[in-house]
């Protein structure tokens, strides 16, 4: 099997079982509470989806050297957000995209259901126009809420890695396991360290050609 379908597969699996575990929490919780609960935990899943937006972003935008120097001298959750960022790629993924997708699809489905409650209650209701009033309201708090945040995340970039990684430490101590294992290497100092070097091999062949 190649590497590409080991990929699909374990994202695949991965995005499965969390989507049913959300599901059926938020499932679960809508069949015991009022309206206004039920409400609110479809804007809880709205915000979950673009905290985690926020932190991938950040993943990706943060510079990995105040890591490095905080790390050194100790700083709880540091270590942790060295890791974020060089995967950065890996957490944005995760955040971004399996997280993103999960909360969009959950809080559509709580949306239809919350319509169908709706109507329950108040039958004078016309429910193809209810339906399409909370669809619009939930697509414009998720794309609303994610344009927002990514500036923010980019501009605060540092500080939402940090917190990210005091969590992520947080819950290591707890699970006495590591959440987060992939490349330690620095690979935006070695693409940098990299440039400069070929910049100056460019620079010293003109001056011996002049």
């Not at 947080?170 to 100092?189: A, M, P, Y």
Request: net charge positive; proline share 1%; hydrophobic share 50%.
């Amino acid at each position: 099997m190649s590497k590409q379908a080991v990929t699909f597969l374990r994202v695949g699996f991965i995005t499965f079982l969390l989507s049913l575990g959300l599901g059926f929490v938020s499932k679960s919780a809508l069949g015991r509470v009022g309206l206004i609960l039920g409400l609110l935990i479809l804007l809880g899943i709205i915000l979950i989806g673009i905290v985690f937006d926020i932190i991938g972003t950040a993943a990706t935008a943060a510079d990995e050297r105040p890591f490095n120097a905080m790390a050194a001298k100790k700083v709880y959750g540091a270590r942790q957000g060295l890791r974020i960022v060089r995967n950065a790629h890996k957490v944005a993924n995760f955040c971004n995209d399996i997280v993103g997708d999960i909360c969009g699809t959950v809080s559509g489905a709580i949306g239809a259901s919350m319509v169908f409650r709706l109507i329950q209650a108040y039958p004078g209701l016309r429910e193809a126009f209810i339906s399409v009033v909370l669809t619009g309201l939930i697509a414009a708090l998720t794309v609303g809420g994610k344009a927002y945040s990514k500036a923010f995340a980019i501009k605060e970039a540092e500080r939402i890695v940090l917190a990210a990684g005091e969590v992520l430490g947080w819950l290591e101590d707890v699970l006495r396991i590591r959440l987060l294992v992939g490349s330690t290497n620095s690979k935006k100092f070695s693409s940098r360290s990299n440039n400069r070097k070929a910049a100056g091999k460019k620079g010293e062949t003109g001056r011996r050609v002049k």
